[in-house]
């Protein structure tokens, strides 16, 4: 699998908007997190290296579920990084 293939496109609704500004919501803690659909042969370590490489950041934890349009992979950032700036690298704002 390619690098290319992993990450497909940013998933956009209002409550994954909200956990990247930091707002905790249902159970998460935190914010500073941008969700992601993502290949369905993608595994976490697999997701979090290539996120690392792409955005150059780094990343604290991954989570997936899979849903009827795909994979998606919440993707946590460690401290001192910004799911903000990466959704402004990505175009989601």
């Known amino acids: 699998m390619k690098q290319s293939d992993v990450l ?17 919501t249902q159970g ?16 976490k370590p ?13 990343v604290d934890r991954v989570w997936v579920r899979i849903e009827k349009d795909g994979k998606h992979a ?3 950032l460690a401290e001192g990084y910004s799911a903000e700036d990466v959704g402004m690298r990505v175009g989601v704002f």
């Open 46 to 58: 697999t997701i979090k290296a290539i996120f690392e490489e792409r955005f150059e950041v780094k």
């Open 8 to 24: 497909i496109r940013p998933y956009v609704t209002e409550k994954s908007m909200n956990h990247t500004s930091g707002t905790p």
């Open 74 to 76: 919440i993707i946590k």
């Open 28 to 43: 998460f803690r935190d914010g500073n997190r941008i969700e992601f659909i993502v290949h369905r042969q993608a595994d």
